[in-house]
């Protein structure tokens, strides 16, 4: 046989099943000592491969002829290697580690490599299979380092016994082993494989082969999200950690079903996998139901320096102090059972809601003591506690999982949950309920998002309609009534344009609604939707205000409050304003009569000057929606009266400040107790909403009645300027400038709208026929019967007044309205009867006497919080002196005969007795016509309304109408 032949025939032996792999690595290694024996000395005596087999005993005489049977029908010629004939890798690898001759190598790199069906496998010797990398933990029995399965190819942990740890550990280790090998759940680590393995030394130490898991432990997970890492807190969410803790509950179940407690469960012995898996570790305290605890000798001694789990040799006390029930903490290691873990679980809880070890102590005896107390605060109030101290916190803990917790740790064991399953199951009921809270959330925040969207166009429609109608409003004064079709399109299409836009805004509002409803139908919490809807009802009830539709301003007010949650609304909608007062006086004496030769002051008859912002607007050109009042003449040229832009204003000290809040009181607004607020100014003083009349005084100044309307939320701010008592004429009240609202379809007026007026003086009543007799027979006595006789009160019936030789007086008894009483007002006057009578009345006084201007006219009757009439809201003819205040029929009576139709500035009949003249015309197209205002002893109530003008020609003159002097304190 060739030496060739001889290798062959040893490998046929192995492949055969003859002789085993590791005999004939042995023989081979004597047969190559022999081959290289032979080259250097005589080949007498060298043995053969199969001689050596059969001196080792591994092969006998009937082997060795089986084999040579085969070499021989399979041989080849040319000295190829046999047919058939393939080499273990493991065995060709060891053969050329023994550095055979060349030929050998030649011969072992023709043969083929033995490779079973479907995979090239060569196992290796069982203690080398797995080769150990880097420590990645260390427990109190073992250390746990990567590992890698040269076998299978794959990465694994392997925990090895510890050096020097006697044997009762050594059994504790097998235990562990064998219990964690028959719990196969997805929560709890597998066991690959268990046995002895080399040691560094060469030493055998027991091992267990377990799957690796990379990622964190759960107790690095939470001090990751304590010490503020974001990007933890982002992946590692309360609901993802509430998933975590769920695993757990099962793994534990699972065990607990096979009879098996954990005795040691802690974050710390709980991995979380980078791609979602949890795995319970560390079994090495766990123990099986009914089994009898080994007790080792010695005495307590921790397992790790600096750990806070103690090991009890001599079995009294084993665990985790923080996180082991108090039955583990007395040592009464006997009671454990499956709610002891229970407990844990709820620790596990604990630490995961609030990012804390339940129990806080400085070593583990503390802790100890602490837990067998049984004295738990609870997850909800150690995170509050935690923020108020400043420090880094989790979100809220909610009662549901308050709850949960507390009862998982319940000090007695009867009443905790009587299962993991069973918290599992509370747990998951949380979640679902999260879910289902979140699901409902979402789509509560779309439909909160489309109810914005409508809000906001509703609220643009608010706007752009106010812009429109101002556009038909400008477009109806400047196409003439009597125009033809063709020029009145474009005001019929914007009014259409108007209509289309009125109706958009009621579908936007609709649609907001039923958004921000369906919100709060699915998610009734849902904040943004209440305060969507209190943006919407707000607005409408704004309109409802300005309206002054009571009705709607209930309706929207009460569906407000029904959606309000705790108030906040109401405190909104019930916001209270701020007032600030100041109050100045001017130094100067511009307002002392003039008493020059020639002096007079007298309007024009023809109006031209645009009455702008409460003043005659000089150098304007007039447009169509202006009220023109005439030019006022003062003689001699060169002379002034009244207040300019360079007299100075300054504060005024000791000004008493005292106010009132106006209340309904028997169908009238009436003022109540007045409160001092000390000396002027006021600043920002704090008032529920409502109208208030502020009386100011000072020593030698006219009192003066300041009406101010508090509005909700907002700041009324007015510097009010006080004039010298004598600077007021007798029976005229100030009437301080200022904002106001002016029209509104209630009170008889247009659209409302911001008007400014300035200071003037009021008569308190309108002007007496007395007064106007002095008037009369001032022009008798100056050669003017004529002008007299054309001035005197009439109407088409007939004058009022009696003529003798001396002059005018009162008449006889007669006719209803017959001037029988010096108290009656004067009636039957004519716009221009009534700037005569102003002229008179300036020439002989020194100072400018005028008609007031609707505008101002509508200021000093209803003040500023939007009245209906002088005295409040509701028509009675029992408050005005109107055609219904008599049985009987209309009648006419002296001057403030009714002091319950008084205005906020104290002017009397404003709503009754008389209509006025005022002093401006009316707008195109009727500017031919001359404003007048107020109701009278002849009309209705409906005439009596603040906002309510009627108009006629300058010469007209009825029954009812009279007149009401103004003084204007500022220069024209």
């Not at 065990?255 to 898996?277: Q, T, W």
């Not at 229970?342 to 604990?350: H, K, Q, T």
């Not at 199951?425 to 509560?444: K, N, P």
Request: contains cysteine; charged residues 30%.
């Amino acid at each position: 046989m060739t030496r060739e032949g001889e290798l062959w025939f040893g490998l046929m032996a192995v492949q055969m099943g003859i002789v085993t792999r590791d005999q004939l690595l042995d023989a081979a290694a004597a047969w190559l000592d022999g081959l290289d024996a032979a080259q250097k000395g005589p080949r007498a005596g060298r043995r053969t491969l199969a001689r050596v087999l059969e001196d080792d005993r591994a092969l006998d005489v009937e082997g060795r002829e089986t084999v040579e049977a085969s070499l021989e029908a399979s041989e080849v010629e040319g000295g190829r290697a046999p047919h058939g004939l393939v080499v273990e890798s493991l065995v060709r690898d060891a053969l050329l580690e023994m550095e055979p001759p060349g030929w050998v190598k030649s011969a072992l790199a023709a043969l083929p490599l033995k490779r079973k069906p479907g995979a090239g496998f060569s196992p290796v010797p069982r203690e080398e299979r797995y080769k150990l990398g880097a420590e990645i933990a260390r427990g109190g029995l073992g250390r746990v380092f990567e590992g890698k399965d040269r076998d299978l190819e794959r990465d694994i942990a392997v925990k090895v016994l510890r050096e020097g740890l006697p044997p009762e550990q050594e059994e504790r280790f097998l235990r562990e082993a064998r219990l964690a090998a028959r719990l196969e759940h997805p929560a709890i680590v597998p066991t690959y494989d268990f046995g002895l393995m080399r040691g560094p030394g060469g030493e055998l130490r027991l091992f267990l082969a377990m799957k690796r898991i990379r990622g964190r432990d759960l107790g690095q997970v939470i001090e990751a999200c304590a010490s503020g890492d974001s990007s933890a807190r982002e992946r590692w969410s309360r609901g993802r950690l509430l998933g975590v803790v769920q695993d757990i509950c099962l793994g534990v179940a699972y065990a607990h079903s096979r009879g098996v407690i954990h005795r040691d469960l802690k974050p710390s012995n709980v991995m979380v996998g980078e791609f979602g898996e949890t795995a319970i570790l560390d079994w090495g305290l766990a123990v099986e139901v009914g089994a009898v605890e080994p007790k080792p000798e010695g005495g307590t001694r921790r397992v790790r320096k600096g750990d806070t789990t103690l090991v009890t040799l001599a079995g009294s006390i084993l665990g985790t102090p923080a996180y082991m029930p108090p039955e583990q903490a007395d040592g009464r290691l006997e009671d454990l059972d499956a709610r002891s873990d229970v407990y844990s679980l709820g620790a596990i809880l604990y630490a995961v809601l609030t990012w804390q070890s339940p129990v806080v102590a400085a070593t583990a005896e503390e802790a100890l003591v602490t837990v067998r107390t049984g004295l738990l605060e609870t997850p909800s109030d150690r995170v509050r506690r935690t923020r108020q101290e400043g420090r880094r916190a989790p979100v809220p803990v909610p009662p549901e999982l308050d709850s949960i917790v507390m009862r998982a740790m319940a000090y007695r064991r009867e009443d905790r949950y009587a299962s993991a399953l069973d918290m599992h199951q509370d747990l998951q009921l949380f979640v679902e309920g999260v879910r289902d809270r979140e699901r409902r959330e979402s789509e509560a925040r779309q439909r909160i998002e489309a109810g914005r969207q409508q809000l906001e166009r509703y609220r643009q429609l608010d706007t752009d309609l106010r812009v429109q109608a101002g556009l038909c409003a400008d477009l109806a004064g400047k196409i003439p009534t009597s125009a033809p079709v063709g020029e009145k399109e474009p005001l019929w299409a914007a009014r259409e344009k108007l209509r289309r836009m009125d109706e958009e805004q009621v579908e936007a509002y609709g649609a907001a609604l039923a958004e921000f409803g369906q919100a709060l139908v699915v998610w009734p919490d849902a904040m943004e939707a209440t305060d969507g809807l209190f943006e919407l009802h707000m607005m409408r009830l704004r309109e409802a205000e300005r309206k002054r539709d009571r009705r709607e301003e209930l309706v929207l007010r009460q569906q407000i409050l029904n959606f309000d949650r705790g108030g906040r609304h109401r405190a909104l909608l019930d916001a209270p304003g701020r007032l600030t007062l100041r109050v100045t006086a001017f130094r100067c004496g511009c307002l002392a009569p003039v008493r020059k030769e020639g002096w007079s002051a007298a309007f024009a008859e023809e109006v031209t000057l645009p009455w702008r912002d409460g003043r005659p607007r000089r150098g304007v050109v007039p447009e169509p929606g202006d009220r023109l009042v005439p030019e006022l003449e003062l003689r001699p040229e060169g002379v002034t009266w009244g207040h300019g832009p360079e007299c100075v204003r300054v504060p005024l000290e000791g000004v008493e400040v005292r106010l009132a809040r106006y209340e309904v009181s028997g169908q009238r607004l009436v003022a109540g107790e007045a409160r001092g607020l000390g000396a002027a100014p006021v600043t920002a003083l704090e008032l529920p909403q409502g109208s208030y009349l502020a009386t100011l005084s000072a020593p030698g100044y006219a009192t003066a009645r300041v009406p101010v309307r508090i509005g909700r939320g907002e700041d009324w701010e007015q510097e009010i300027t006080l004039y010298r008592s004598s600077e007021v004429p007798d029976g005229f009240l100030p009437v301080a400038g200022g904002r106001f609202i002016s029209g509104g379809v209630y009170a008889g007026g247009g659209d409302e709208m911001l008007r400014v007026t300035q200071d003037l003086f009021v008569q308190r009543v309108a002007t007496t026929a007395a007064e106007y007799l002095e008037f009369l027979n001032a022009l008798v006595r100056e050669g003017r019967r004529e002008e007299a006789r054309r001035r005197v009160p009439r109407d088409p019936e007939g004058v009022r007044l009696a003529e003798t030789e001396a002059g005018f007086g009162l008449a006889a008894p007669g006719p209803q309205a017959a001037l029988t009483r010096g108290d009656f007002p004067a009636i039957g006057v004519s716009w221009s009867d009534a700037l005569a009578y102003a002229a008179w009345r300036s020439r002989r006084d020194g100072i400018v006497y005028s008609l007031m201007t609707d505008v101002e006219g509508e200021k000093a009757a209803r003040g500023v919080d939007r009245r209906t009439y002088p005295y409040g809201d509701e028509p009675d003819e029992a408050f005005m002196h109107v055609g219904g205040s008599f049985e009987g029929g209309p009648r006419l009576m002296p001057v403030g005969s009714f002091p319950t139709d008084e205005s906020p500035y104290g002017l009397l009949d404003m709503s009754g007795c008389a209509l006025t003249w005022l002093l401006n015309a009316m707008e195109v197209p009727y500017r031919h016509y001359r404003a007048l205002r107020g109701g009278c002893w002849f009309l209705s109530t409906t005439n009596g309304r603040a906002a309510y003008r009627r108009a006629t020609i300058p010469g007209a003159s009825m029954a009812y109408y009279g007149l009401r002097l103004c003084v204007r304190p500022w220069r024209w």
